[in-house]
């Protein structure tokens, strides 16, 4: 007899650069997480059928209305979130975002309340800490990393 098999949630975060080297982030509002924090922009979770590259263009043409194209992506940074209070275990994926078309602007005002840019030197102190971390290790070359919650 077989177990269910452990299931795992996959999540996106593309880490969107401009010329001059800033990172783009958004401030949360009326999403019922970290509500007020900054956040990269263009978060989201993968569609059923949808690989992460796929997920990352369909997130960021939703949400900030830009053309990304898949040879554009380049994953740098991989979390294997254990959840243990929460019971939901996932896979973050970070990727690397240096060429997109369009300008980027708030898609869904609802759940953004305002867009910017930051060198990643100076990272807003409310960033949601494990995004902030995350950006820190996948700029110093580090690919991979464990968190237990």
């Known amino acids: 007899m077989r177990k269910d098999h452990f299931k795992l949630y996959a999540a996106i975060f593309p880490m969107i650069f401009n010329s001059e080297g800033?990172?783009?982030l958004h401030k949360r509002q009326n999403t019922g997480y970290m509500d007020g924090y900054w956040d990269l922009a263009g978060t989201g979770h993968l569609?059923?059928?949808e690989t992460a590259?796929?997920?990352v263009i369909r997130e960021c043409l939703e949400e900030l209305g830009?053309?990304?194209t898949p040879e554009a992506l380049q994953l740098v940074h991989t979390v294997h979130r254990v959840g243990q209070e929460d019971a939901f275990p996932y896979l973050y994926l970070y990727f690397m975002v240096k060429q997109f078309t369009g300008q980027p602007r708030i898609m869904e005002?609802?759940?953004n309340a305002e867009l910017a840019w930051f060198f990643p030197d100076k990272l807003p102190t409310n960033m949601i800490?494990?995004?902030k971390i995350a950006v820190q290790k996948a700029l110093s070359g580090q690919i991979y990393d464990?968190?237990?919650t």
């Open 47 to 49: 569609d059923a059928g």
């Open 22 to 24: 800033q990172i783009l």
């Open 146 to 148: 464990e968190w237990r």
């Open 53 to 55: 590259r796929e997920a």
């Open 129 to 131: 800490s494990d995004r």
């Open 109 to 111: 005002a609802r759940k």
């Open 66 to 68: 830009i053309d990304i």
